[in-house]
Nanobody, 126 residues
Framework: QVQLVESGGGLVQAGGSLRLSCAASRRALTGYTMGWFRQAPGAVREFVAGISWSGGTTNLADSVKGRFTISRDRGNAKNTVYLQMNSLKPEDTAVYYC?????????????????WGQGTQVTVSS
């Protein structure tokens, strides 16, 4: 069982930056492909970014390419994944969730992931 906890959300002005973190409690994320999704009120959950269990493959939604990057901790702990968000826009406002799947491929589909965090709110003001 993997328990994921997101942090780093908040209120920021358009053009600003935030870095979200997703940490696993009690274990490392070694061997888990990770994804970031977001869900705005009244909208479906959408893929934002993903990184393979090896770290060798990343994928970003077209709407965030050039602004967001995903990375994972390569230190001894290896239990944190990050989403660096720059040049934020009001349309980035949503609850952001991290998700994990054991040795899976980076997928855009929420149903491909087995474990989810509770989410962290990101609000971008204009």
């Amino acid at each position: 069982q993997v328990q994921l906890v997101e942090s780093g959300g908040g209120l920021v002005q358009a053009g600003g930056s935030l870095r979200l973190s997703c940490a696993a409690s009690r274990r490392a994320l070694t061997g888990y492909t990770m994804g970031w999704f977001r869900q705005a009120p009244g909208a479906v959950r959408e893929f934002v970014a993903g990184i393979s269990w090896s770290g060798g493959t990343t994928n970003l939604a077209d709407s965030v390419k050039g602004r967001f990057t995903i990375s994972r901790d390569r230190g001894n702990a290896k239990n944190t994944v990050y989403l660096q968000m720059n040049s934020l826009k009001p349309e980035d406002t949503a609850v952001y969730y991290c998700a994990a799947v054991s040795f899976g491929s980076v997928s855009n589909y929420p149903q491909e992931y087995d474990y989810w965090g509770q989410g962290t709110q990101v609000t971008v003001s204009s």
